[in-house]
């Protein structure tokens, strides 16, 4: 079972749901969010308006023994399921009544390298995510992940954002930077207290609107077998047509097929899970 947090305004207004540790050892989130429950319960912070739900950890097996996931990815299983086969299907049935009944959801992750660039995904822009990722303290929003996907005919996976879409309402997913970086906790829950402002939900003044550069995500790789990138690759390295990135143990040599950057690169993908993305300036 999942623990659910909620909090409700005297007055009408937005329902945010605040979701963290989908990936069980991504808890930069689940720090910021204890973090803003533990001002919410001193009533240091009160939600003025509408109706704020917090999820501090939504995988907790794999929170435990801190790995990304138990059985299989839960952020690619996000759907309800019928007759559950894994534990993360069972998670997926917790969490999707949540994502159904909240007109914004906010997913806090972090990612694999040291020096990692926060950002933020925008896979359905909106009217609700768009003011929503301008005031999120990251300099980057990566795009086109479900086009990517239907153009490499995977679009049966179902993220967080992909299931918030089906269900009428919207979704975001805030990278936070390396899973141990002492500023990814930081930038979690600066990012919930932006959005808290922005939606009307606390009385605050309205946060900074940072700028962001825009990358459209254009490829992504599965580690078919064992191999290796050939560089410490960091997410949003600048990469040029030819590029060698990566060598297979029987030398088969994988390059870039155009310029543009390496996004969430994974040194230690288990084979059959993503390597890395491409992606290009939008
Ligand atoms: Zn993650």
Known sequence: MIEIFEYCGKEDGISFLVLAAVHGNETAGTKALRRLIGQLEKREIEIGKGKLTLVPVCNPAAYQKNVRETEENLNRVMKPHQNPQTYEQKLANEICPLIATHRMTLDLHSTHCPEDVPFAFCDYADEYNKPLIAVLPVG??????????????AISDFSTERYAHTCGNTATTLECGYHEAETAAEIAYQAVLNALAALGMIEAPMPPLMDKKHILMKYFVIKE????LLKNYKHLDKIRAGEKLAVYDDGTILTAPQDGFILLPNPDAKIGTEWYYLGKQG
């Open 225 to 228: 077998k064992s191999g290796r």
């Open 140 to 153: 980057y929003v990566l795009e086109g992940w479900p086009q990517m996907y239907a153009a490499q005919n």
